[in-house]
């Protein structure tokens, strides 16, 4: 079976760690058996969207396990609708990030919400960095844009329980629980808010977080096989359209 | 493929030999109000128990959350016929008039690990109440459990020999607690969250194994991730076994 890692990253952190190019990732990928990974540039997060977004797609282009996410800057909505435009358009890229700390904007600021409607006008899912109680506006920010799926990166962060029930309230809210604080319990209690494991999503945020901080997360949930099918790769093929994921980690059955 | 054989493809699912630690550093029990379930001392001992996790060091949440003395009494007492914990002291570093008998106290009972919970009783390095408990704990020869940011609490520490686990070092800080433990032989931090892909590889390549130990924060993070992040650095079994069980075996002498 399959495992796609829905948050990933190519490029160098501003940390004390080993980053590099699509060979790091993919290295780590076979590692731990995933097969195929959804990435944003880390340049493009932390630093200069557009020009990161532009390196990524090289990298795609020779990686066909590697599929992208074009980084939205909220701050410079229009240049950022036509770069998403240009990345969704090499058929490569498979969704939009938006981060919150980067930028300095949060859920509940115009800017943010200029952002929000030039991803759900390219009708692709977002990935967006969460980290606090603002994830509670989420549900209203959806409401009124009927297109957009939203996976909750790092689900909450420090606000996880916020993010649980935010989810829970709206069909379009993904979970995604990467993060290096593993708080025990996070997706227990996401069930019992009422979120469905359909939409509960495996991402590790490499390769600034070793994949095996996700892994020991999935493990200790305690899913079942057919959750696990979900949680580790069908909920991903369906939202993102994959269709067939090839398995190169494994071997056929 | 089988529903045997299926699980088997996830090598990570299954704990190995790899991942057996003889000591984890970071163990409580006991109420925690800012939590949503409140996980007592039979719960954490079975969770224990079900883990890779052989031994502990551990303590009552009702010393550092409300009373040092009844903390270290309930302590001392759930723990004494429990031959895989060892009991941890603490002292209320915002009432540090009373830290020379709390401290007599847990000498006397043979107490080895002094932990400090400096973020949640409030205290900066410079604060007079926290240098007090420490003078008085390093007199005694008592290793400090040390949580808060190494790069704030690391200085006001060194060239005192002092045998300080630092509980909270996160891989962004990791340059910083380097350059601290390259002077410091008596300076650890834990692993748990040295989520980074190299985190552990690079404190063994620079500083050696030595100043690694393990530390879970059970039962308020998962166990798996930390354990999986062991087994998978790419480091030798004689270092593993250090990190792991020797290096907190040869502070218990």
């Known amino acids: 079976m399959p495992i796609i890692d829905v948050h990933a990253h190519v490029g160098r952190w501003q940390f004390h760690l080993t980053t590099g190019d699509g060979d790091t990732n993919l290295r780590q990928m076979d590692r731990y058996g995933i097969d195929l990974q959804l990435v944003s540039a880390a340049e493009a997060v932390v630093y200069d969207a557009v020009a990161g977004n532009a390196a990524l797609r090289e990298v795609l282009a020779q990686q066909p396990r590697l599929y992208g996410y074009a980084v939205v800057n909220p701050n410079r909505p229009e240049q950022s609708a036509a770069d998403l435009r240009r990345c969704l358009d090499t058929g490569r890229f498979v969704g939009a990030k938006i981060h919150t700390h980067y930028p300095g904007r949060l859920p509940g600021s115009r800017e943010m919400a200029e952002a929000f409607d030039v991803v759900a006008e390219a009708g692709v899912p977002l990935l967006l960095h969460t980290w606090g109680r603002e994830v509670t506006l989420l549900p209203e920010l959806l409401a009124s844009r009927p297109g957009l799926r939203v996976i909750m990166g790092h689900a909450g962060g420090d606000a996880w329980r916020e993010a649980a029930h935010a989810a829970a309230s709206c069909d379009r809210l993904y979970l995604e629980h990467c993060r290096t604080a593993t708080d025990a319990g996070r997706v227990a209690y996401a069930r019992e808010a009422g979120v469905p494991v359909e939409r509960l999503l495996f991402g590790t945020d490499a390769t600034l977080i070793d994949p095996c901080v996700s892994l020991g997360v999935v493990r200790d949930a305690g899913f079942t096989q057919a959750e696990l099918d979900r949680v580790l790769w069908r909920n991903a093929a369906e939202l993102f359209g994959l269709g067939a994921v090839p398995s190169p980690t494994r071997p056929s059955p | ?253």
Not at chain 2, 166 to 171: G, P, Q, R, T, V
Request: net charge negative; hydrophobic share 45%.
């Open chain 2, 1 to 253: 493929m089988s529903a045997y054989d299926w699980l088997n493809a996830y090598e990570w699912l299954h704990p190995t030999p790899a991942e057996h630690v003889g000591w984890d550093v970071d163990v409580l029990y006991g109420s925690w109000p800012r939590h949503h379930i409140d996980v007592g001392f039979a719960e954490v001992r079975a969770r224990l128990a079900r883990s890779p996790v052989a031994g502990a060091l551990a303590l009552s949440t009702r010393g550092p959350l409300f009373d040092d003395e009844a903390g270290n009494a309930e302590t001392l007492r759930d723990l004494a016929d429990c031959p895989e914990l060892l009991p941890v002291g603490t002292v209320d570093v915002r009432d540090a008039m009373t830290a020379e008998a709390r401290l007599d106290e847990l000498t006397a009972a043979g107490v080895r690990f002094l932990r400090l919970f400096t973020v949640e009783q409030v205290a900066e390095p410079g604060f007079p109440g926290y240098r007090r408990v420490v003078s008085l704990a390093l007199d005694r020869g008592m290793v400090l459990l040390h949580d808060g940011d190494p790069r704030r609490f690391g200085p006001p520490l060194a060239g005192r020999g002092a045998d300080v686990i630092f509980l909270d070092l996160h891989a962004y800080l990791l340059a910083d607690f380097l350059l601290l433990a390259q002077e410091e032989p008596g300076f650890r931090a834990t692993t748990r969250m040295l989520s980074g892909p190299d985190s552990i590889e690079r404190v063994v390549d620079s500083v050696g194994p030595r100043h690694l130990v393990f530390g879970s924060r059970t039962p308020f993070m998962d166990i798996s991730p930390q354990t999986l992040r062991l087994r998978y650095a790419d480091i030798s079994d004689d270092d593993r076994a250090a990190i792991a069980t020797k290096n907190v075996e040869e502070l218990l002498v």
